[in-house]
């Protein structure tokens, strides 16, 4: 048998197509820190990092891997591992301050400046203009469950695009939807902390609204644009054949995937969604017409993958009366489970039950408990074997007939995860957030090697 150690040393770079993308991810609010630099506005998650209790340990974006004044030593190290592409986030408070009205041109001019050195050092950068940071003001006007917030997003977006888009051909809209609208509207984990079910799913539509709206202005703003989405795909699998348990799961996946895979890829809300959320919200914040934008014809599909949950029937859940457990016992922090077989099996699933568009997989990667040693170096040897293995099933859906042209992981840098804040890193190369030193850990040279290996067969 060969186990994951093996994989790392035999994985065969030739199983990827010559021109695939190697690349990594971070989002601004993750890692750029100078929260109130250049004029930068106040977000939602400025906001809501601050109230006590949100964040492990209190921790704020505030600072983060001060990548807003460390980028360069950033991009070098993007340059040592060999990326072909960077997906970083534009961080829109930091652009457009109050989230309406002109471009901040301090702003503007760091990405300039940012997405002009990439393109210097061969890095092509994926650039997503929603990675979560609302701008306080469009909160306070009542944020994602209110329509309007839709069309705010659309004309950033357009007068992002058309202030960068001479420097970076490739557009995301929205990162993961679902995080934002459940874990920010009905759970409360997430900015702006909000508990309400039909906000939530209001939440959702305006956000795949934004999209849609988006992906127009994009266009718009410069025609060489291609654009996608970022989808958090989450493998759900019945935990037993019961009856109770095979409805629950289809639940399950109707809020986790269909909600937004559907009418993104052009189907419109399937009956499944329609019959959980159109009298928790869904219904009254559909305009008609508003499938057909939502729909508009994208160039990429990006998929963040993460977990496969087993899901049981619970009458006592009462969002959908169903609940799901991480398919195998948790060996990363953050209670996740390893299970590669779950990348391939939602990549050939998009691939086999929607029109083929080509994938990206925008996000994958784990959280572990990564120290310096005495020696001064990180051995994650636990990433190494997740990275060579959730490659092998890349590859696997490759083989399959996925059209996958890339692999971004998550993280370049460890990086303020959120709600877990610092202690959770996920890094390809460690930060010490005291000194802002850079150490790139064994999964770093893992991969540097690995990209390297396959550019010599291409
Ligand atoms: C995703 C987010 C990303 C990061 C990873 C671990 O849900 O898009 O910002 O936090 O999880």
């Not at 990594?24 to 106040?42: I, K, L, N």
Request: aromatic content about 10%.
């Amino acid at each position: 048998m060969t186990g994951p150690d093996d994989l790392a040393a035999q994985l065969d770079p030739g199983r990827f197509p010559r021109d695939f993308v190697w690349g990594a991810a971070t989002s601004a609010y993750q890692v750029e820190g100078g929260f109130d630099a250049g004029g930068r506005g106040v977000s939602i998650w400025d906001t809501f990092a601050r109230q006590p209790g949100t964040t492990v340990h209190g921790d704020t974006g505030d600072i983060a891997c001060d990548h807003y004044r460390n980028w360069r030593e950033d991009v070098a190290l993007m340059r040592d591992l060999g990326l072909g592409g960077y997906r970083l986030s534009v961080s829109w408070p930091r652009l457009q301050p109050g989230g309406r009205g002109a471009l901040n041109p301090v702003g503007v001019a760091f990405y300039r400046e940012l997405l002009g050195t990439l393109a210097d050092s061969g890095i092509r950068p994926l650039v997503t203009l929603y990675h979560w940071e609302l701008p306080q003001p469009l909160e306070d006007a009542g944020g994602w469950p209110s329509r309007d917030t839709a069309s705010r997003f659309a004309e950033f977006a357009g007068l992002a695009v058309e202030a960068l888009g001479d420097l970076a051909a490739d557009w995301i809209t929205v990162n993961e939807p679902w995080c934002q609208a459940f874990l920010g509207y009905e759970s409360g984990k997430h900015a702006p902390g909000r508990r309400s079910l039909p906000d939530a799913v209001a939440a959702a539509h305006h956000l795949l609204l934004a999209h849609g709206l988006a992906v127009r202005a994009i266009r718009g703003a410069s025609p060489r644009a291609r654009v996608g989405i970022a989808d958090l795909l989450t493998d759900v699998v019945a935990a037993s054949s019961d009856e109770a348990d095979l409805a629950a799961t289809a639940r399950y996946d109707a809020n986790s995937n269909r909600l937004f895979l559907d009418p993104v890829l052009g189907r419109g809300y399937p009956d499944c969604v329609h019959e959980l959320y159109d009298r928790r919200g869904l219904a009254a914040s559909v305009v008609a017409g508003d499938e057909e934008v939502i729909g508009a014809p994208i160039d990429f599909l990006g998929v963040n993958h993460y977990q496969r949950v087993l899901v049981h029937a619970d009458p006592a859940d009462g969002h959908l009366g169903a609940v799901g457990v991480p398919a195998e016992p948790a060996t990363t922090s953050l209670g996740w489970s390893v299970t590669p077989d779950a990348l391939r099996s939602v990549l050939v699933r998009v691939s086999r039950e929607y029109s083929p568009v080509p994938i990206y997989i925008t996000e994958n990667g784990a959280s572990y408990p990564d120290y310096v040693d005495p020696t001064g170096q990180v051995r994650d040897v636990e990433r190494v074997s997740y990275l060579a293995s959730y490659l092998a099933a890349a590859a696997e859906a490759i083989e399959a007939g996925v059209d996958l042209r890339g692999y971004f992981h998550w993280s370049l840098l460890d990086n303020f995860e959120w709600g877990e804040g610092y202690r959770s890193r996920f890094g390809l190369v460690y930060v010490d957030y005291g000194t802002q030193r850079r150490i790139p850990k064994a999964s770093a040279a893992w991969y540097r090697d690995f990209i390297s290996r396959h550019r010599r067969r291409a």
